[in-house]
């Protein structure tokens, strides 16, 4: 090659992985998704506070607990297994990423036995300005927990093939979006279950 030409020979420049660069970038452009959702929320609240926290109470906070401890379990979960595949122990490995897929299913199961309680009581996005903003915003949550839920998947059946999963860097990547996505719920579940439900006192 001729002396002077570019190359890309120097990259990354930023000196970050580009797969874990593009998911920063990715996780930017989410912030300011729901950033807009939660500024209508409170534009919105301001708007109906009476119904907000009349509403509101009618929310299972017992299960967005249970929804809550689940996901904070399965980030520390994740974070493991990022760890044990650093340190090339597959079985550990395949153990801690099963826990945080195991942890995504559940997730997905209590939220659809809220969602079925109040679809039985004919409570839809359509019943309220409050219910919608709270199918709207939890939906996309949970959408987000099944995007999670299709690597995870991928990433721990190949780990049992012959040729195993060693690719750190892309557990790492994944790992950035699921603490990302418990990151989301830690701020859902105050807002939607305790906020607006001066009955509830948590010590």
């Keep these: 090659m001729a002396h002077g030409a570019l190359t890309l020979d120097h990259e990354p420049v ?7 660069l593009g998911m920063w970038i990715f996780l ?11 500024a209508t929320l409170i534009v919105m609240n301001h708007a109906n506070p009476g119904l907000f926290e009349e509403t509101a109470q009618k929310l299972s906070w017992q299960l967005a607990l249970l929804n809550t401890v689940v996901l904070i379990s399965s980030s520390l979960t994740m974070a493991l297994s990022i760890l044990n595949l650093e340190r090339k122990d597959t079985k550990k490995f395949q153990l801690f990423l099963g826990l945080t897929l195991l ?6 199961v209590v939220k659809y036995i809220e969602y079925s309680g109040k679809f039985a ?3 839809t996005p359509e019943t309220n300005v409050f219910y919608a903003c709270y199918f709207l915003m ?3 949550h949970g959408l987000h927990v099944v ?3 299709v690597p995870m998947v991928w990433m721990l059946g190949k780990s049992f093939t012959e040729a195993g999963y060693t690719n750190v860097g892309r557990v790492e990547v994944l790992g950035l979006y ?8 830690i701020f859902l579940f105050p807002i939607f279950y305790l906020l607006y439900n001066p009955t509830l ?3």
């Design 178 to 185: 699921w603490h990302f996505v418990d990151l989301v719920w």
């Design 28 to 38: 930017a452009t989410e912030i300011m998704f729901f950033s807009g959702f939660f």
């Design 147 to 149: 995007g999670g839920i």
């Design 201 to 203: 006192i948590i010590f």
């Design 138 to 140: 939890t939906g996309f």
């Design 103 to 108: 942890g995504a299913f559940i997730f997905l």
């Design 14 to 20: 930023t000196g970050i992985p580009h797969g874990k």
């Design 121 to 123: 009581l004919d409570i």
